[in-house]
């Protein structure tokens, strides 16, 4: 929960603070203020804290972390330990790379030993809480109590501006719903627009745009797809089956320098579409009018027992050869789903084929109420690899999910969150 520290508490950060701002009346002076306590925030906030800068630390929400509660089924999948730059979506791929170097998944778990927080790896390199996600909040809350960041929740961040840009560069106003606070330094942590009840707003891009910086329009990721009507009819009453499959989203575009990668995890059917990790993770490279293309029998061969010499060309055995890899309803909609059952050699040839092609065109996703993440963000361009400053403006960071850096599901995407606030909160 936030603090309910008095504005300048005694012995505390007022007593650490060794800048002497001026500025307008009325306005309370720090060091640094960070905007937006979720993961990259409370991270930067005690990071800078424990330089001695004397941080504020606000959010609209009425308490801190609300996305990390919700995070991995309420578990938190805190961190990958396979992290790479390549996990990542940016329009500059390399972006990445000083941030995650700086703050690792080993600095991320030897906090978490630190708290004594319990963890288990699930899959494929992800760590996760043992019980309970309000471990990584009560961890953030304590380390930035023990650096004397000011936290203040309820507290709207409206607007914030440059003091006196030609007098004394580098000095920010940040106006809020609680008044007007002064610093040298301003962080924008305010993430992405994915789950809006939780708190998200597009505050980070106003912010970044009113101060010059260029925007990669923002997207909704890792996000379930929706299918066109008549997909839809055809496959969604199965909603709820699962299976694994290879999927990949198909690069059809001029633009795409290299083939989109592809995810071995399950396929979810939906009442409306697809979901399931292989689904989110595809969903972030996929773009309106492209394709989305499921392999439903990896690394198999499936069909071959109907080649054999004498073997039983039918319906009913192509079922019982699809029921080794997929369950029993989708196996039987997907040989009713073929226009033709062709038992040639040749023909049954084209449906092993199709078996490891399944291809759709999505008519959309789920959108920014169900998106995990928003892709796109402040373009990184204008923005120091190392410290996250503005190239534009001096003492204007960005973290976090705002930032034009979007990992895959896995617990990359609160590795670039700790990561690129790290790299701020050393900066600050
Ligand atoms: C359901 C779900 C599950 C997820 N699970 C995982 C997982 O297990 N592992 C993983 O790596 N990632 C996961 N993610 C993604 C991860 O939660 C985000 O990438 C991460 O929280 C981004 O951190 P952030 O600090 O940049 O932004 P946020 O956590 O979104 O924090 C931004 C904060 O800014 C505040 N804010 C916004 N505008 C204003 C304003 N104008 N004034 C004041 N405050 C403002 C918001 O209230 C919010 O608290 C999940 C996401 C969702 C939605």
């Not at 800068?53 to 919700?70: P, S």
Request: charged share 20%; hydrophobic share 45%.
């Amino acid at each position: 929960m936030c603090g309910n520290r008095s504005i300048y508490p005694t012995g505390g950060a007022s007593d650490r603070t060794r800048h002497v701002l001026r500025g307008p009346m009325n306005a309370h002076r720090y060091d640094v203020i960070v905007l937006g306590a979720g993961a990259a925030g409370m991270m930067c906030a005690f990071e800078a804290g424990r330089r001695g800068r004397r941080v504020l630390l606000l959010d609209h929400g009425e308490r801190v972390g609300r996305k990390i509660l919700i995070s991995g089924g309420g578990r938190c999948n805190f961190t990958n330990l396979h992290t790479r730059a390549e996990n990542f979506l940016s329009a500059n791929p390399h972006f990445a790379k000083s941030a995650l170097a700086r703050f690792t998944p080993a600095d991320m778990i030897a906090l978490v030993e630190k708290h004594g927080i319990r963890y288990h790896e699930k899959t494929l390199g992800q760590l996760f809480c043992d019980d309970s996600a309000q471990r990584i909040v009560a961890l953030l809350e304590r380390e930035c109590g023990d650096a004397g960041v000011e936290t203040r929740c309820g507290v709207k961040v409206i607007k914030a501006r440059q003091e006196n840009a030609a007098a004394v560069a580098s000095k920010f106003v940040v106006e809020t719903s609680a008044g007007d606070f002064a610093a040298e330094s301003v962080v924008v942590a305010t993430g992405g627009l994915s789950i809006p009840k939780m708190g998200a707003t597009s505050f980070g891009y106003e912010l970044a745009q009113q101060f010059g910086h260029a925007l990669i329009e923002p997207r909704a990721a890792l996000v379930p797809l929706v299918f066109a009507p008549e997909d839809r009819e055809r496959w969604c009453d199965l909603s709820g089956v699962s299976f694994e499959v290879v999927a990949r989203a198909e690069t059809t575009g001029k633009t795409r320098r290299k083939v989109a990668p592809e995810f071995r995890e399950k396929l979810l059917i939906t009442h409306r579409g697809v979901s399931g990790p292989a689904v989110l993770q595809v969903s972030s490279y996929w773009k309106p009018g492209e394709q989305v293309c499921f392999d439903l029998a990896p690394g198999r061969e499936v069909l071959a027992a109907l080649l054999e010499k004498n073997a039983r060309r039918d319906a009913a055995n192509l079922v019982a050869a699809l029921r080794a890899i997929l369950p029993a309803r989708m196996a039987e909609r997907w040989v009713a789903a073929q226009l033709t059952l062709d038992w040639t050699n040749a023909g049954i040839a084209r449906m092993e084929a199709a078996l490891h092609a399944w291809t759709l065109t999505p008519a959309g996703t789920e959108g920014f109420a169900k998106a995990e993440v928003t892709a796109g963000g402040i373009d990184t361009a204008e923005l120091d690899a190392r410290t996250m400053e503005s190239r534009r403006v001096p003492g204007l960071y960005f973290i976090g999910e705002v930032v034009d850096v979007t990992g895959w599901l896995g617990g990359y995407n609160f590795q670039w969150a700790w990561a690129s606030a790290v790299s701020a909160g050393q900066a600050v």
